[in-house]
């Protein structure tokens, strides 16, 4: 069963740095494409970062130069490490794979979400 996990969220004041991680299981990390996306209240759902099988990263605008999305094939995660974190950036953050098994980004199918994290920006 494909499974992902993400953790590592919490409160962190403007400027701050947090590292989400995203836990695969079921499936072979490095084959697959995986997103983060966050949603915050009443927000829809958007893309952060992505990255492809064969480690092509990708960003959404407002994160470009902050975040950095990383895979370690050993551990079958993928983290997301922030930096710079601003009010915009506070919501509640999820891992995905897709339908399609989908190896390069973007993820076009119906996504398989793993448990969110809650990140807060806040002083």
């Known amino acids: 069963e494909v499974q992902l996990q993400a953790s590592g969220g919490g409160l962190v004041q403007p400027g701050g740095s947090l590292r989400l991680s995203c836990v695969a299981s079921g499936f072979t990390a490095e084959d697959h494409a995986i997103g983060w996306f966050r949603q915050a209240p009443g927000k829809e759902r958007e893309v952060v970062s992505c990255?492809?099988?064969?480690?092509?990263?990708h960003y959404e605008a407002s994160v470009q130069g902050r975040f950095t999305i990383s895979r370690d094939n050993a551990r079958n995660t993928v983290y997301l490490q922030m930096n710079s974190l601003k009010p915009d950036d506070a919501a509640v953050y999820y891992c995905?794979?897709?339908?399609?098994?989908?190896?390069?980004?973007?993820?076009?199918?119906?996504?398989?979400w793993g448990q969110g994290t809650q990140v807060t920006v806040s002083s």
């Open positions: 990255i492809s099988h064969n480690g092509a990263m």
């Open positions: 995905a794979t897709d339908e399609y098994e989908s190896m390069y980004c973007p993820l076009l199918g119906k996504k398989n």
